[in-house]
């Protein structure tokens, strides 16, 4: 079956840096583009940042531009995501969902989800 | 940005019941729309994409219409296990965005 496991949360400070990993099982890793998203504690849901199935594309929201990073090791099934100059806004449930497309060129809907991991920025 | 806009934000249904959610977007998406349906402490599944198409293994009970601007999802007979947040997504642009949630409590 489908599996996403999400990895690498924890407590962080105002301006560190953490790093994300999912590591998926059951599919064709490289025939699906694979999303980030995240919850913040009782709040609704946020699109953060995609990676198309090749690993040629990425698509981030601006909220997280130019201080998070997607990638994906196809050889391994697993995607990752660095985030730097962490804010206390970044505070979430991050989750690695797989797009509902198999081969699609961009971002759709998520068919399959992690169960999450906790982010805390904090001083 | 396309924001999604649900209502109400909280439905008061008895076991049964038919409950009705809106989602209404600030331009078009077509049918590039999904619904997901999330319970305390996990995460959010799949119930309908493409506005109408239940994903696997979703209930009948549960349909989707609408496109362009407005969309509806219909949960026929609410079942114990229907009680949760509702979420609706576009996909027909990037940022791809969610509406705020419509929670689905017991009356």
């Known amino acids: 079956q489908v599996q996403l496991v999400e990895s690498g949360g924890g407590v962080v400070q105002p301006g560190e840096s953490l790093r994300l990993s999912c590591a998926t099982s059951?599919?064709?890793?490289?025939?699906?583009?694979i999303h980030w998203g995240r919850q913040a504690p009782g709040k609704g849901l946020e699109w953060v940042a995609f990676?198309?199935?090749?690993?040629?594309?990425?698509w981030y929201a601006d909220s997280v531009k130019g201080r998070f990073t997607i990638s994906r090791d196809n050889s391994k099934n697993t995607l990752s995501l660095q985030m730097n100059s962490l804010r206390a806004e970044d505070t979430a449930v991050y989750y690695c969902?797989?797009?509902?497309?198999?081969?699609?060129?961009?971002?759709?809907?998520?068919?399959?989800w992690g169960q999450g991991t906790l982010v805390t920025v904090s001083s | 940005e396309i924001v999604m806009t649900q209502s109400p934000a909280t439905l008061s249904v008895s076991p049964g019941e038919r409950a009705t959610l809106s989602c209404r977007a600030s331009?078009?998406?077509?049918?590039?729309f999904a619904w997901y349906q999330q319970k305390p402490d996990q995460a959010p599944r799949l119930l309908i994409y493409?506005?109408?198409t239940r994903a696997t293994n979703i209930p009948a009970r549960f349909s989707g219409s609408g496109s362009g601007t407005e969309f509806t999802l219909t949960i026929s007979s609410l079942q114990s296990e229907d009680f949760a947040v509702y979420y609706c997504?576009?996909?027909?642009?990037?940022?791809?965005?969610f509406g705020g949630g419509t929670k689905v409590e017991i009356k």
């Open positions: 969902a797989r797009d509902g497309v198999v081969g699609g060129m961009g971002g759709y809907y998520f068919d399959y």
């Open positions: 997504q576009q996909y027909d642009d990037w940022p791809l965005t």
């Open positions: 059951g599919f064709t890793f490289n025939s699906f583009g």
């Open positions: 493409g506005a109408s």
């Open positions: 990676m198309r199935s090749d690993g040629r594309y990425e």
């Open positions: 331009q078009s998406v077509r049918s590039n």
